[in-house]
């Protein structure tokens, strides 16, 4: 007996060490993994940089644009990134390529991008926005396959910090993205026109994402090089005798699901930050998208700086699922003080008769919520932008990515990278459509409510889950009994990996992985640039349009994404390539984001921007491929680091992304027009989104190098007699829910943020986007931070379980907050009449609950926006794709984390429709509760599957099979 049980641990033994030796023999390739997170970068910039800018944009070429519209141009790159990132990810899978797909993106993202710019030459432009948007989601939808290389070429020890990096790369170009919008503002509404061309504000940035998508490109092609350290290859595996078993699906999905409410607090967050001020604070459109962008630029910093902790301190090594944890409760606390306490002052204020938000802020007249709505103090507001929204996005958003990556394991990922990156795109689709109606007909209250609810529900499935939340074990073969197995561990979590030879022979490729973690960026950048300034951009176009319209344009790119998401992680499982489909994705992008500078030129403007988005979505799916490298180019000790960074680029870009919009406010609406291009503060940031685009397909063409060091190859698994089970289906679809829900949180988030304070403190559109803009990147620079420390401290360490609960506490702490309870001060103010959100900040006569609705005391807001939302996301959207990967295992992920992303795409187009429509008929109560309630749902979700959310084993044929769920 004695000498059996000798055997058998000598048999484990042998199997850890060989396990082991694969993966740690490989280094990451940091040349490239830095381009992939410079690119990741990228993304969030294309995707976020016109969130401040949009409304007026839109608002002022198609008079027929309504918030409602605008919330579906918003999501219309969602949509197109949903579409999209599965699409790259299978991309990926199947070549086990990130360059082309990368490029690929960009080029689409590129088109889209110019399109934006041209929309001044355009008539119906708020369908050519939505359609443009939508395009350049097809191409930042590429991200996914960029999460795909900081997930497979990143080494074991290096993948929490490519991870990290990656999304704090994505974080700062979400949250850069808007801050670029602002630059612009000194261009003005009208600048400059050249025949056709109009350079102003808007269309100037438009241009500017064109030339960096173009970039991206070049510096892809050239200098990226592909090396998947993070993958055990078909060789490895057979010359070990290892088996990559079958990832937990209920682990992964629980990821995809934090990723997702992750990404809907903040496109709600951004998104509504400039209507929210423009309400809140009576800030004109041009002031609402400066402050804002000022704010969402400290926000940023914040984010990156944790994201940079998480990849390069301790902090990165604690259990990811605490790190989760701590981001939930974070955002909840962003949402708790950004409530509508009764105890603030009110009621808002509406804008004066016969003027519009681009002259002052204030609340619309049918914003009859104003009238019981209380105003967040400013202080609050700008603290909970800042700092709780800069602080917690890291904490969920790089954990859970690297978390799902673990749970994939060491095998190519870029199908489900690719539906990871789906559910983070369609997260900004359904809070962008749900925030923006649920902020137009009730006020911001419920958007608070629903997006605890979200949080609530992370954290549960995190707690549920807590046990299965855990990397992927590789086990080894038997040689004695071929037709059974036992379980060697190989666990992507570093105390095993330690014991384990198998994939500490491969080293991640931190350089292709920084290009990936930059795409990521990028990705976060196309998506989320837009959401503050979208409305004001919208109804400034397009007087049709309203806010449930605003809703669809929001959800268009998320539902681009949702469409395309699959089938960039598709690709990359097919090709195992992450480069073209993300270059396609970029490219798509281009063309959505250009559109979406040249609404101006069309007529019936709020389709235009709708299809604008959606084709910008169909470009940024291509994140589905970025993720997809993120958890296979990275070994099980860098997969939380890599996922972590690439996490937090995406968030920083998505993030930042409406920072970049509220830099451009000074160029003002009219801006300067060159013959029919107008170059304003919305256009201006359209086409430097597609210049990013076109920068990203640079990139990751010339600099990355695609390096699977986090997959079991099939060789691997006959050599060493090992097999890759069947990953738990379940535990896969709760991380695709969480990172759905975060995205779905953070859409509304940013969605809302402008219409939400303009009915909140009487903010004009500009106000409103100006100082939603400042909050969003404080909270972005928290978010980043944290996604930094999850990804190089033992923070990212924590289980990611609890790292989710973690964040999803937040997320609730803020939609708690951010309730307009009876104690706050109201009710909200209406606009004067003839007045619009132009010139002066209130509800519209329509929003008549604005006169039962009470308004959020501005600290308050301030605090949840910065702290809750800041903190809360990097410990949902960073775990929950980190495990995600682990769940499924060291196998090819492209096609899962396709819809991973597809999931990320999803949630924004669900989130921004359901939102913008009830907020528009209820106000932003119900959208707060409606957020708290999937929130909730993702909280027991892991609770309830705690043991599952654990990473995949791989087992050795011959012994008696067992898969361990916990170091």
Not at 297 to 309: E, K, N, R
Not at 493 to 520: G, P
Not at 722 to 734: H, K, S, Y
Request: hydrophobic share 50%.
């Amino acid at each position: 007996m004695t000498a059996s049980i000798g055997s058998t641990v000598d048999k484990k033994t042998e199997a850890e060490l060989s396990a082991g030796r694969i993966l740690n023999e490989k280094q990451t390739d940091w040349r490239s993994m830095w381009i992939c997170i410079f690119l990741q970068f990228i993304v969030g910039v294309q995707i976020s940089v016109y969130y401040m800018s949009m409304w007026p944009y839109l608002s002022g070429l198609d008079k027929t644009a309504d918030v409602d519209f605008l919330g579906w141009i918003i999501a219309a790159c969602s949509i197109g990134c949903s579409i999209s990132n599965p699409i790259y990810g299978f991309w990926n899978q199947k070549t086990m390529s990130v360059k082309w797909p990368v490029i690929t993106g960009f080029l689409i993202a590129a088109v889209g991008q110019f399109w934006y710019g041209l929309l001044t030459a355009a008539t119906n432009v708020k369908w050519w926005m939505l359609l443009a948007r939508f395009l350049t989601g097809l191409g930042v939808g590429n991200i996914a396959a960029l999460r795909v290389y900081a997930a497979t070429a990143s080494t074991s020890k290096d993948r929490m910090r490519a991870i990290s990096f990656g999304t704090g790369g994505f974080v700062l170009g979400i949250s850069f993205g808007p801050v670029i919008s602002a630059v612009f503002t000194p261009l003005g509404a009208h600048g400059l026109r050249i025949g056709f061309f109009v350079f102003n504000m808007y269309t100037g940035v438009a241009y500017l994402m064109a030339l960096i998508c173009f970039l991206s490109c070049f510096v892809i092609h050239f200098m990226f090089k592909e090396s998947y350290a993070g993958i055990v290859t078909k060789e490895e595996k057979e010359n070990d005798d290892l088996i990559v078993p079958k990832f937990d699906v209920p682990g992964a999905i629980i990821c995809i699901y934090l990723f997702m409410i992750v990404n809907i607090i903040a496109t709600n967050v951004e998104v509504l930050s400039t209507p929210l001020t423009t309400v809140l604070y009576d800030w004109k459109d041009s002031d609402s998208i400066l402050y804002n962008g000022i704010t969402l630029a400290l926000s940023c910093i914040v984010s990156v700086t944790f994201h940079v902790i998480l990849g390069t301190s301790r902090i990165g090594k604690i259990d990811r699922r605490n790190q989760i944890l701590i981001g939930i409760v974070l955002f909840l606390l962003y949402h708790v003080f950004m409530y509508p306490w009764g105890f603030y002052s009110g009621p808002l204020n509406f804008l004066p008769e016969g003027m519009e938000t681009t002259e002052v802020g204030g609340c619309y007249a049918d914003y009859l919520w104003c009238n019981e709505t209380t105003r967040v103090p400013l202080a609050v507001y700008l603290f909970c932008f800042i700092v709780f929204f800069g602080t917690s996005f890291p904490f969920v958003e790089t954990p859970a990515s690297a978390l799902y990556s673990e749970i994939l394991g060491p095998r190519k990922q870029g199908t489900m990278q690719g539906f990871f990156s789906l559910g983070g795109s369609i997260a900004p689709v359904i809070s962008s459509i749900s925030s923006t109606a649920i902020f137009k007909y009730t006020g911001y209250r419920y958007v608070i409510v629903l997006q605890t609810v979200l949080l609530l529900v992370g954290g549960a499935l995190i707690l549920i889950f807590y046990k299965r939340l855990v990397p992927l074990k590789v086990i080894k073969k038997s040689e004695d009994e071929k037709n059974s197995f036992s379980t060697i561990v190989l666990s992507f979590d570093n105390k095993e990996t330690r014991r384990m030879t198998v994939s500490n022979e491969k080293q991640t490729d931190w350089r292709s992985m920084w290009i990936c973690i930059f795409l990521q960026f990028v990705v976060g950048v196309q998506i989320s640039v837009y959401y503050m300034s979208m409305w004001p951009y919208l109804s400034g176009l397009d007087k049709s349009a309203d806010f449930d319209f605003l809703g669809w344009v929001v959800a268009a790119c998320s539902i681009g994404c949702t469409i395309s998401n699959p089938l960039y992680g598709y690709w990359n499982q097919k090709t195992m390539s992450v480069k073209w489909p993300v270059i396609t994705g970029f490219l798509i992008a281009a063309v959505g984001q250009g559109w979406y500078g040249l609404l101006g030129l069309f007529d019936n403007v709020k389709w235009m921007m709708l299809l604008a988005r959606f084709l910008t979505g169909l470009g940024v799916g291509n994140i589905a491929a970025l993720r997809v490298y993120a958890a296979m180019a990275s070994t099980p000790k860098d997969r939380m680091r890599a996922i972590s960074f690439g996490t937090g680029g995406f968030v920083l870009g998505f993030s930042f992304g409406p920072v970049i919009s509220a830099v451009f406010t000074p160029l003002g609406e009219e801006g300067i027009r060159l013959g029919g291009f107008v170059l304003n503060m919305y256009t201006v940031v359209a086409y430097l989104m597609v210049l990013l685009c076109i920068f990203g397909c640079f990139i990751i063409y010339f600099f990355f190098n695609e390096s699977y060091v986090g997959i079991v190859t099939k060789e691997e698994q006959e050599k060493d007699d090992v097999t890759v089970p069947m990953f738990d289906i379940p535990a896969a679809l709760i991380c695709i829910y969480l990172f759905m829900i975060v995205n779905m949180t953070a859409t509304n988030i940013e969605v809302m943020s402008s219409p939400l304070t303009t009915v909140l403190y009487d903010w004009k559109d500009s106000d409103s986007i100006f100082y939603n803009g400042i909050a969003l990147a404080i909270s972005s620079a928290i978010s980043v931070s944290f996604n930094i420390a999850q990804g190089a401290t033992r923070i990212g360490k924590i289980d990611k379980r609890k790292q989710m609960l973690f964040g999803l506490t937040f997320f609730l702490l803020y939609q708690a907050f951010m309730f307009p309870w009876g104690f706050y001060s109201g009710p909200l103010n209406f606009l004067p009449k003839g007045m619009e959100t132009t010139e002066a900040g209130g509800c519209y006569a329509e929003y008549l609950w604005c006169n039962d609705t009470t308004r959020v005391p501005m600290p308050i807001y301030f605090f949840c926006f910065i702290v809750f939302f800041g903190v809360a996301f990097p410990f949902v959207e960073t775990p929950s794709p980190a495990l995600f990967s682990e769940i499924l295992g060291p196998r090819k992920q492209g096609t899962m984390q396709g819809f991973f992303s597809l999931g990320g795409s999803l949630a924004p187009v669900i989130a921004s429709i359901t939102s913008t429509a009830i907020f528009k008929y209820t106000g932003y109560r119900y959208v707060i509760v409606f957020q708290a309630i999937t929130l909730l749902v993702a909280v027991l979700l892991i609770l309830v599957f705690y043991k599952r959310l654990v990473p995949l084993k791989v087992v050795k044929k011959g012994s008696e099979s067992t898969i361990s769920e916990e170091n």
